[in-house]
């Protein structure tokens, strides 16, 4: 039994699906002795339906049949209204770094605010210095020059004005798949159909084909630069890829058929996160700057998702490439929920911006630079990076098992660190050719409720890639060993429930 009925006042049957039953024993999350006493929302829940509805636009749309109010935050937890707790493995879309309302955050930020706020760039303040030169610490040489700004949207539009001045060419290559941001000169960069606006948007983007081992048109056993491969087969000698040549021949012939001479850039993230944690070939990007410089173009990677550690072998992504980019555009993780967000890049490309007057009222003001400067060094004291590497290696392994126990659920199990992505396959069409290798998404339906059984059972987990079904593991960077068991077990329950609603409908139709 997976839900409860009762009968409406006509007597009519209707089901309870936010409230979930189960026979067996429920996961337990992992002690936490922080007492959240703040949790009770000043407004209702019948309210807050009411100005969703009335007062915000339409396009935020909470996941969940019964959206989940969160009113308190503690590190890798958040609590909800009715004082429930989850285990937030979603991080706020990889964003909530060192943990939520860290105590040394806190209390930094909140010195912070008794001191100065705002004053603009056309004074000098301490913060933006100290900050700017602690991030460029952190870069590696020629990209010591940093510009601040508040979203990652913003962080792409800046990186691609300054390309197109630098280079003096228009033409910029991205990968469908991708997402890069939702302003006017990010959302045509964007792959992933769901998020294209049917209207004419910039001129001179060009996607690519995605270099994806595991959907893509080639892929094998040993692409990636991961832990865990996917279940494809090939016969590729140990050191060479050719699933990676023939993506870079796709590249080749799109440099040859419809581009210039000359292009102006080249854009991708080191992980593809919106698009569903997708990792292309391990020497893919290396190639790919190649063929870009050789064009007298210039390499930015996103690093939006990416970045701070998260990856755990680097504190780049890009560094797990062997490569170094000309841009380096990156948010989210930066501020741990925060608006912060900052692009790097050389003396002589962020120079582009003299040629016109350039500004932005908040980017890198006291309050932000303090936020980010003490996130620099939370993720330092308390080696949040090397956490990310040797738990996030666990959670993968553990996943990864999951996928051999679940073989016609789990497609794939993919990423780095703590950003990971676990892909649903649909166990209907597996029955029906009984060849799991067909690889169909898991249908909508049953995706979202894996995902709300989880949600019930206090785990918080995000979606993504192009079709809705692939898990996001992003959480914050201070999860333990106690949070992976906890979150296997959730999702190993999940599946025997999802399983059994599939038995239950099987029946029905013998
Ligand atoms: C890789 C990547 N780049 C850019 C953005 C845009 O960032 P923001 O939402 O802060 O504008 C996102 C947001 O999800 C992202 O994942």
Not at 140 to 166: H, K, Q, T, V, W
Not at 208 to 233: A, E, K
Not at 446 to 457: A, G, N, P, V
């Amino acid at each position: 039994m997976n839900s409860l009925s009762i009968f409406n006042k006509n007597c009519v049957k209707i089901r309870l699906n936010h409230l979930r039953y189960y026979s067996k024993r429920r996961p337990e999350l992992p002690k936490c002795d922080f007492n959240a006493n703040n949790s009770k929302s000043r407004l209702g829940n019948f309210e807050i339906e009411t100005i969703h509805k009335l007062n915000l636009n339409p396009c935020l749309k909470p996941w969940y049949q019964k959206p989940v109010l969160i009113t308190q935050g503690y590190m890798q937890y958040v609590w909800d209204n009715e004082n429930k707790r989850y285990l937030d493995m979603f991080g706020g879309v990889a964003t909530t770094s060192v943990g939520h309302c860290h105590p040394k955050l806190v209390e930094a930020t909140t010195k912070q605010l008794k001191k100065l706020w705002h004053t603009s760039s056309i004074y000098y303040n301490e913060e933006i210095h100290e900050y700017a030169s602690n991030l460029a610490n952190r870069l590696p040489e020629p990209l010591n020059n940093i510009f601040f700004c508040n979203s990652g949207s913003e962080a792409n539009d800046i990186a691609i004005l300054m390309a197109r001045l630098y280079t003096k060419s228009y033409d910029i290559i991205a990968l469908r798949n991708a997402y890069h941001g939702d302003s006017t000169s990010t959302q045509p960069l964007c792959g992933v159909q769901s998020w294209r606006f049917p209207l004419p948007l910039h001129f001179g983007i060009h996607h690519t084909t995605n270099p994806d081992p595991y959907s893509g048109r080639f892929g094998g056993s040993n692409c990636r630069d991961s832990i865990i491969q996917t279940t494809r087969q090939c016969d590729c000698e140990p050191g060479h890829c050719k699933a990676e040549d023939m993506y870079v021949e796709d590249l080749e012939q799109l440099f040859d058929s419809t581009l210039p001479k000359n292009v102006c850039a080249f854009i991708a993230e080191s992980i593809q996160g919106v698009g569903g944690v997708v990792q292309f070939p391990k020497n893919f990007l290396k190639r790919a700057f190649e063929m870009v410089r050789q064009r007298n173009g210039v390499c930015i990677v996103d690093e939006v998702q990416t970045g701070f550690g998260r990856t755990g072998t680097h504190f780049w992504g890009f560094e797990g490439h062997g490569v170094i980019p000309d841009i380096v555009t990156m948010a989210k993780s930066i501020g741990n929920g925060f608006p912060l967000a900052a692009v790097a890049t050389t003396a002589s490309i962020a120079k582009t911006l003299t040629e016109a007057s350039y500004f932005n009222t908040f980017g890198g003001n006291p309050l932000a630079s303090c936020v980010g400067l003490n996130v620099l060094k939370i993720i330092d004291e308390e080696n949040l990076q090397n956490n990310c590497h040797i738990i996030g290696s666990k959670l993968l392994t553990e996943l990864e098992n999951l996928r051999n126990k679940y073989p016609d659920i789990i497609g794939d199990v993919r990423g780095k660190g703590l950003m990971i992505g676990v892909e649903l396959t649909s166990s209907a069409v597996s029955i029906q050719h009984k060849n799991i290798k067909e690889r169909k998404p898991m249908i909508k339906a049953d995706f979202d409720s894996i995902l709300e059984d989880c949600r019930d059972m206090g785990l918080l987990i995000g979606r993504g890639g192009p079709k809705g079904n692939v898990f996001r593991v992003k959480p914050p960077m201070c999860i333990n060993e106690e949070d992976i068991t906890f979150t296997i077990d959730v999702l190993a329950k999940a599946f025997d429930l999802h399983n059994e609603r599939s038995a239950k409908r099987r029946n029905k139709y013998l």
